[in-house]
């Protein structure tokens, strides 16, 4: 039986180096882990440092532009109605003022064709009342002429070429 204690001494050794060795990596686990705590810490205390007062700032900013904000908002809200109401005014002007030009156009066109129109038969009627009485003071003096020339004994010929190719 000596046999097995040696085999129990033996495995009792083993055992205990296993126990060693695993208390050594829990030992270095241990300081591992402290070790990283304490720089999460560290790193946890400059973020405090620096992001608390960024974080009080933008607080303060955001607090101070909240107002603006809201009264810039409504302000382009009221720009905005203005805006339009005015657009629709002016809309309706030009539509009313292109609504008289037309009006006035026609107008403007009627005067200028009666204008004409008029025009066209008063020269009509001078050309008329001249030209009427003028052929007939022409004929009379061409038949004094003639008259006269027969009185005179002049040969004269028929047909005189400054007449207008009118016989006599």
Request: neutral net charge; glycine residues 6%; proline residues 3%.
């Amino acid at each position: 039986m000596q046999t097995p204690q040696i085999v129990f001494i033996i495995f009792t050794a083993v055992t205990s180096v296993g126990v060693l060795i695993q208390a050594f990596v829990l030992l270095g686990m241990y300081f591992a882990v402290k070790k990283s705590t304490d720089e999460v810490h560290e790193l946890s205390d400059q973020l405090k440092q620096h992001l608390v007062p960024t974080l009080a700032t933008s607080r303060n900013l955001i607090e101070d532009i909240s107002p603006k904000i809201k009264v810039a908002t409504s302000n382009l809200v009221e720009a905005s109605g203005v805006l339009r109401s005015q657009a629709e005014q002016i809309n309706k002007t030009v539509a009313h003022v292109a609504n008289v030009a037309e009006a006035q156009v026609s107008r403007v066109d009627e005067m200028a064709t009666a204008i004409l129109d008029g025009l066209t038969q008063t020269t009509a009627a001078v050309q008329h009342g001249i030209a009427t009485p003028l052929k007939q003071v022409s004929g009379v003096l061409n038949g004094l002429r003639a008259g006269l020339d027969v009185l005179r004994k002049k040969d004269r010929p028929t047909h005189i070429e400054g007449d207008g190719n009118h016989f006599v």
